[in-house]
């Protein structure tokens, strides 16, 4: 680990070529060279030494002095029990304590189990129960109610500055490339969340198809290469915040954290001040960025790309930001992909995406896109085939794929004569609202024990800043008096606050079914009455925020 990779080793451990392997008894693309482990990585970033990495307001970390803190974080966790295939969870929102731990469980060959930071006491227990870790680290371990029998360590507690040479006295552990690395949690269709298992191979083929895209392979970067400064804004628990962290650290590049709650002014004060290349964001901040009164009163010429994941772009979003940072051009980059298959499938630049509603690009190398039970159309189901797929779901045997090695995306769309795919739709039922996964049928379950809910539907309505919002049509116990803040503070006890419905109708009436029964949650989309036209005093839509519905 003390070692710093030289060219040749760099040559050796990365590259572009492409090969056939097997991965769980099925045969997919690689890359031939690669690394077999994250911890390999730390070494690959030594090569930066005193360059400026992690930028956290006043706090400035080198590479060099990044990984003598990850080699005291580790000792600090090994002093707490933890070892080789542990689960250690990380729960708490973006700081330097948070990569610092990831990277010292990774050191140790422990399993980094990423906990969403919103969610509720209920969501955590289940998390926790789930994975059993051997260690919990959080933010706020005073406001936070955990399972009892677990050992819980707070980000603040790690010392992470002191013991500069800790990490060239732990000794390297064993790890196999198909050992697991990352436990991301999915929101999942039928409700609580599940743990998805990525192993070392998953994670490292989703960094190498994005350094390829991006002409940032290591073995490709001279030592006078100029890192890119990128700012992080979306959260290290998702797979898009934990890859710009992955991409900076072997670039030399430097990141840039947003501290606090997202505002526009945080993020143009930090473009400014640390002149920022790329920013990554979600559609509901880069709109709200673009749309802020006072935008041009920063200077933003520094950014030179802003890649989007989380939601669908739409192209009057993507105009708003061209005109807005005309120094981007067609920089204004699109990428698809989805947990279980362990990152980004497909990626498309700006010039590829104009005039092209609904493109997310062509797949990348070691990517393969099929539309399964295609219509007249070309419309099907979206399945991959990748070497950054997930391997199962923790505690359970099945894997995530079929027996060829197929993901099944849960979205429709189509492939182009030129191998382009467009995503039209999707089969699973999620809301993404603000580049969040909420299952429906978990806000469901939780509506449904209220004692005066006969039955419940929860939709996606469209918004214009979060780009879907949760909305859940009630069917009420003949007599119940029920109003939306009473449902939303019965679903506080269970549900983290951005899955509560922000859109309420309250109704009597039963909802709409087909033959079989099932509720026909289209219909109710088309039929949703306007805020301001209540479609009878029987079926009252409470369109307000649940803290200021206007009927209680």
């Known amino acids: 680990m003390a070692e710093v990779m030289t060219e040749a080793g760099q040559s050796q451990r990365w590259g572009r070529d492409v090969e056939s392997i097997t ?17 390999e990585l730390l070494t690959d970033s030594l090569r930066w030494g005193e360059r400026p990495f992690l930028v956290e307001g006043q706090r400035r970390l080198s590479f060099e002095t990044h990984a003598r803190a990850v080699g005291v974080v580790a000792t600090q966790l090994r002093a707490a029990g933890v070892r080789t295939g542990d689960r250690v969870m990380l729960l708490g929102f973006n700081s330097v304590e948070w990569l610092l731990a990831f990277w010292a469980t990774q050191r140790l060959g422990a399993v980094a189990a990423l906990g969403n930071a919103w969610w509720s006491d209920t ?34 507690q790690l010392h992470a500055e002191h013991g ?24 999942g269709t039928t409700g609580a969340a599940k743990a998805v298992v990525m192993s070392h191979r998953a994670v490292i083929a989703n960094i190498q198809n994005l350094l390829v895209l991006t002409g940032r392979l290591p073995n490709e970067l001279g030592p006078d290469h100029a890192g890119t400064t990128s700012l992080l804004s979306v959260p290290l628990f998702h797979l898009s915040g934990i890859q710009i962290s992955f991409s900076t650290l072997l670039s030399g590049g430097a990141l840039i954290f947003l501290e606090g709650r997202f505002t526009p002014e945080k993020v143009l004060s930090l473009i400014q001040q640390e002149r920022v290349r790329v920013w990554g964001g979600i559609p509901t901040m880069v709109s709200r960025v673009v749309e802020f009164e006072h935008f041009a009163d920063y200077d933003t010429s520094s950014v030179k790309s802003i890649p989007m994941g989380g939601a669908a772009v739409s192209p009057e979003l993507r105009a708003k930001i061209q005109a807005a940072f005309p120094l981007i051009k067609k920089r204004v980059n699109s990428l698809y ?48 085939r990748t070497p950054s797929a997930a391997s199962r779901y923790w505690g359970e045997e099945a894997s995530i794929a079929d027996k060829d090695g197929w993901i099944s995306t849960g979205d429709l769309g189509r492939l182009d004569e030129e191998n382009r795919l467009y995503v039209v739709g999707r089969s ?6 603000g580049g969040e996964n909420i299952a429906s049928a978990h806000v469901e379950r939780c509506l449904a024990t209220h004692p005066d809910v006969l039955e419940v539907a929860v939709v996606a309505l469209p918004h214009d800043d979060l780009g879907e919002e949760v909305a859940a049509a009630v069917v009420l116990r003949s007599g119940a008096t029920l109003c939306a803040d009473d449902l939303a503070a019965h679903a506080g006890t269970t549900l983290g606050r951005f899955e509560i419905p922000s859109r309420w109708w309250l109704r009597y009436d039963a909802l709409p079914t087909n033959a079989s029964g099932k509720i026909l949650k289209r219909e109710l989309v088309e039929q949703w009455p306007a805020a301001d036209a209540p479609a009878s005093p029987r079926d009252t839509p409470l369109a307000a925020p649940p803290s200021v519905a206007p009927n209680c």
């Open 164 to 187: 500069a040479d800790a990490m060239f006295h732990l000794p390297d552990a064993t790890i196999a490339e198909d050992d697991p690395a990352i436990l991301m949690f999915s929101s």
């Open 428 to 433: 699973k039922d999620i809301i993404i609202r």
């Open 23 to 39: 991965v769980d008894q099925h045969a997919c693309r690689a890359y031939r060279n690669r690394p077999r482990s994250l911890a």
């Open 337 to 384: 992909g989805l947990t279980e298959a362990g990152g980004v499938l497909a990626a498309a630049s700006g010039a590829e995406l104009q005039g092209r509603p609904g493109c997310v690009g062509r797949p990348l190398p070691v990517v393969e896109i099929r539309i399964d039970k295609a219509d007249p159309h070309g419309v099907g189901e979206i399945c991959a």
């Open 123 to 156: 969501e955590t227990a289940h998390a926790v129960d789930l994975v059993k870790p051997a260690l919990i680290v959080t933010d706020r371990p005073a406001d936070r109610a955990f399972p009892a029998g677990y050992t819980r360590l707070a980000f603040d």
